[in-house]
């Protein structure tokens, strides 16, 4: 996507999966059924954002192990005319949380979340006061086309009816074993003689059903201000957790503008805080921007050097400046200004490692999912979901189907800290559903789950479209790297020769199996067709709409 060439690979890799190309809209979930839905819902008429919701829903039944209605994100929608819009249904801490409640453990970097009996991890005192279906409603009714109900039926089929269980889903149950086997209705319906449900198995979810038909019925105030809030602070109340009904009743989606930034002549849109990905991915770009990066080739121990101290950079400010806006002034002018990258630039050394404090003054889990949808009109949607540890708290409120999240581990449980616990305080995030568009064009949509990785794959996906001019499918799946200034994680497409040369010059290597999870995007090309692209890191899957209705006047006849 740049006039230069860029220079070989030193990285290579072969594409695990294809992308999808149509020309009337394209839906992309990290679950088939889930982009189903979406499609079903633009074959019926309806938007992007009608879309997005049905497909949300779904993955709430599908993939329960990373997103429910009691969890929380960010989506960032485009409409057809240009506006862009970040609407943050973020976890809240409830009116009884206080920066002491945790019993901490320790302040070793890596360990600085661990508390006593892991209470923010696991269990009713980890649960945050939930955004998503708030979210996931507003959205709908201020940008969608289609009625509540409309969007829910694909949902409410795959849980009355059930759907078969993905190795991917199998695989996350068993790693959570012993958590899920606390709670009897988890244990119940993802557990067979205390291990996991096999691969193939139908998971039916009648309780869950039941739950989506009153909320199609009621509206988000079945939660909010209904029998299912009761049976949620019901439940707290009898089991040492701190949501009550004044904690439901105060939560408000957030409308929020987004960041805006520039790299080799794209404009960069992404959510402002208290998300950390547009401010620090424009940042980082900033400092890339004066590097040769593509003349460097993907993958080589340069361009992975300078990606990394990119990174650590944008960690050691995020430490002390993100957080939520209401409680922390955050310098996001600062942050992303040209000047200021310059002048973090100039303290990179090419030959040498360094560690970076933050330039100003001022752990998340890893289980989140993604929708990517556009429509044949123009509106964009990209929206990261989750209830933030795999299956959330591990704790399903009875009668209900619904699962918790554990929200509270996100915030820092030390006092007197930019992230540190207070009454009502959002979580921050580094869900980076992010836009880029080229003179004012859309050019491509991206986003994906992963904590503290998101927002760093995210960045180098878009240098990877820029800079090493990939196409989409290598650009998703392309070997990614991450550190925060600890070690530095390679995917194991990085050569060993890279590597050795990395730690030659500082660095720790540590490799792994994969950093972050699926990520899933849409280009927008100049042909006016979309290609769709989801990565092998999860069940992904991109669905194409083209063809239309009948040229007008035609009639049948014999």
């Not at 090493?468 to 290598?474: D, G, K, T």
Request: hydrophobic share 45%.
């Amino acid at each position: 996507m740049t006039s230069a060439p860029p220079a070989p690979r030193v990285a290579t890799f072969t594409c695990e999966k294809k992308p999808a190309t149509g020309s009337r809209g394209m839906v992309v979930t990290n679950h088939p059924l889930a982009s189903a839905a979406g499609s079903q819902m633009l074959l019926a008429g309806g938007n992007a954002v009608d879309a997005a919701v049905a497909s949300l829903f779904a993955l709430t039944v599908v993939e329960p192990m990373m997103v429910g209605i009691l969890g929380g994100g960010v989506a960032h929608i485009r409409m057809a005319d240009g506006r862009h819009v970040v609407l943050d249904g973020l976890s809240t801490a409830p009116l009884k949380a206080s920066a002491e409640m945790y019993d901490c453990l320790s302040d070793e970097v890596g360990r600085q979340r661990d508390v006593r009996d892991r209470l923010n991890v696991v269990g009713p005192k980890a649960v945050a006061v939930p955004g998503a279906l708030a979210g996931w409603c507003e959205a709908l009714a201020r940008f969608g086309t289609l009625s509540l109900e409309e969007v829910l039926q694909p949902a409410i089929g795959l849980a009355e009816r059930g759907f078969v269980t993905t190795p991917y889903l199998s695989n996350c149950i068993s790693d959570n074993v012993a958590d899920l086997a606390r709670d009897p209705g988890l244990s119940a319906l993802l557990l067979v003689g205390g291990k996991a449900i096999e691969p193939g198995t139908r998971l039916v979810q009648a309780d869950y059903a039941a739950s989506l038909r009153l909320i199609a019925r009621q509206g988000p105030a079945a939660l909010y201000d209904g029998p299912l809030g009761k049976a949620l602070t019901d439940f707290m109340a009898a089991n040492g957790g701190l949501i009550e009904q004044a904690d439901l009743a105060a939560y408000k989606v957030a409308t929020r503008e987004p960041v805006r930034g520039s790299y080799r002549g794209y404009e960069i849109v992404g959510p402002p805080p208290p998300s950390s990905s547009g401010v620090h991915i424009v940042q980082m770009l900033n400092i890339l921007e004066g590097y040769g990066i593509g003349s460097l080739g993907f993958g080589s121990a340069d361009s992975v050097h300078l990606l990394a101290e990119a990174l650590k950079i944008a960690f050691a400010d995020r430490a002390v400046a993100t957080a939520d806006p209401a409680f922390i002034k955050v310098p996001v002018e600062r942050l992303i200004d040209k000047a200021y990258a310059s002048e973090r630039r100039a303290l990179i050394a090419m030959d040498q490692a360094r560690s970076w404090s933050a330039g100003l003054s001022g752990g998340e889990s890893m289980d989140t999912t993604h929708v990517t949808v556009a429509d044949a009109q123009g509106n964009v949607v990209t929206s990261t979901q989750t209830i933030n540890g795999l299956f959330g708290a591990c704790t399903q409120i009875p009668g209900t189907g619904m699962l918790t999240n554990n929200y509270m581990f996100n915030f820092d449980p030390h006092p007197g800290r930019a992230l540190s616990i207070a009454p009502g305080k959002r979580v921050f995030t580094s869900m980076a559903p992010m836009i880029v568009l080229r003179d004012g064009k859309l050019a491509f949509a991206l986003g994906l789950p992963g904590a503290l990785r998101i927002f760093p794959s995210a960045l180098q996906a878009i240098v990877n479209l820029i800079d090493h001019s990939m196409s989409l499918q290598e650009a998703v799946e392309a070997p990614r790297i991450w550190t925060e200034g600890g070690a530095l994680e390679l995917e194991a497409a990085i050569p060993d020769s890279v590597a050795d040369e990395l730690t030659a010059r500082g660095h720790r290597i540590v490799r792994m199996p994969r950093v972050a999870g699926g990520m899933n995007a849409i280009s927008f090309n100049p042909d006016g067709t979309l290609t769709g692209a989801a990565c092998w890191r999860a069940d992904g899957t991109p669905v194409a709409i083209s063809g239309g209705l009948a040229r007008a006047g035609v009639r049948f006849s014999i």
